[in-house]
């Protein structure tokens, strides 16, 4: 999983970035804040990023409030590191838009635990995008059966978008994954053999 | 860990995962590190500057925290607060025992690494 880490601190950085290696987190470290948001815009995919409550240029909980109000819709899971004393802030860095929060010094099991949610939560919403976009493929494809169609009251050809007049069962089948098999119906069978009989009677 | 201990080998352990390179390794950037933190709080104090001491007091306390050295995070967090309140009376003071604390932990982190 790709993976952001911005601390100023070199000492708590290289923890941290060794740490998440180790679990097989894919880490890119940046040291302000400015870099992590310059890093998140240009992310694709699920990204995760652990970010530094106190940072130059831009702190974290300015950093998650960018990323939601500028990325509504991308797919990242914010972990705010704060200190001990500073943990009546909790509430102000889930509402700048942080999914979750670790006390620093953190606990290796305890980042482990809640890397591992980030991980459920950005996988489970990768899903549903996939689904989402399949879901919108296939309702595309029906949308094009929709609206008026004009149509021929004799023959029953329809003239599609490109002014062209089809036969009915070729203008659905281009539109959708219905497929056609002919046959006769009962009432255009008695009809026929109506015709048929008559042809043969008047040239015999 | 002994009474007077500047910081909890078996804490620091634990907070990297017994991982002997990393804990080395984060050792010496601490000990790298430190020296310009105290300087950066020490020029904080002499220009007055509260809002500096505050952030700066707070790095060296979070790196501090690492290490799991109890006194020096104490010491750090006074002067944060006073930062954070504008007391900066009381830092030069709070700043000595800051450094006094500093000295001890880094000869003990520095006798607990590899020689290499």
């Known amino acids: 999983m790709r993976t952001l880490v911005a601390d100023d601190d070199r000492v708590a950085a290289e923890i941290l970035s060794r740490t998440l290696k180790r679990w097989e987190f ?19 995919g699920p990204t995760l990023a652990v970010l530094d409550w106190m940072m130059p240029h831009l702190d974290g909980p300015e950093v998650c409030r960018r990323v939601r109000k500028e990325l509504p819709l991308a797919n990242m899971y914010l972990i705010l590191l704060t200190s001990l004393d500073h943990r009546r802030d909790v509430v102000a860095g889930l509402d700048a838009g942080a999914d979750d929060y670790v006390i620093k010094p953190f606990d290796p099991e305890e980042l482990r635990a809640r890397m591992q949610v980030g991980v459920r939560v950005l996988t489970l919403q ?54 056609f098999s002919h046959g006769i119906c009962p009432a255009c069978y008695v009809d026929l053999e109506k015709q048929i009989s008559s042809y043969h009677k008047d040239h015999s | 860990m002994t009474d007077n201990a500047a910081f909890d080998r078996v804490e620091l352990g634990r907070q990297m995962a017994d991982d002997e390179t990393l804990i080395a390794d984060v050792i010496r950037l601490f000990l790298d590190d430190c020296p ?43 002067l944060e607060v006073m930062g954070r309140e504008g007391r900066l009376s009381e830092a030069p003071e709070a700043f000595s025992l800051l450094e006094a604390e500093s000295a001890q932990l880094l000869a003990e982190l520095r006798v607990t690494l590899p020689r290499s």
Not at chain 1, 26 to 44: I, K, M, R
Not at chain 1, 147 to 159: A, Q
Not at chain 2, 67 to 75: E, G, I, K, N, P
């Open chain 1, 126 to 179: 990768e899903r549903l995008a996939e689904r989402v976009s399949e879901l919108q493929a296939a309702l595309s494809n029906v949308k094009q059966l929709h609206g008026l169609l004009p149509i021929c009251s004799y023959c029953k050809r329809i003239r599609g978008d490109d002014q062209y007049w089809t036969q009915v069962e070729s203008y659905i089948a281009e539109r959708s994954e219905a497929q």
């Open chain 2, 36 to 78: 310009t933190r105290l300087a950066e709080i020490r020029a904080a104090i002499t220009a007055q500057n509260a809002e500096q001491l505050r952030t700066t007091a707070h790095a060296l306390k979070g790196a501090a925290g690492y290490m799991a050295a109890a006194r020096v995070v104490a010491a750090a967090a006074a």
């Open chain 1, 26 to 44: 894919e880490v890119t470290l940046v040291t302000d804040g400015a870099e992590a948001w310059q890093y998140l815009q240009n992310a694709s």
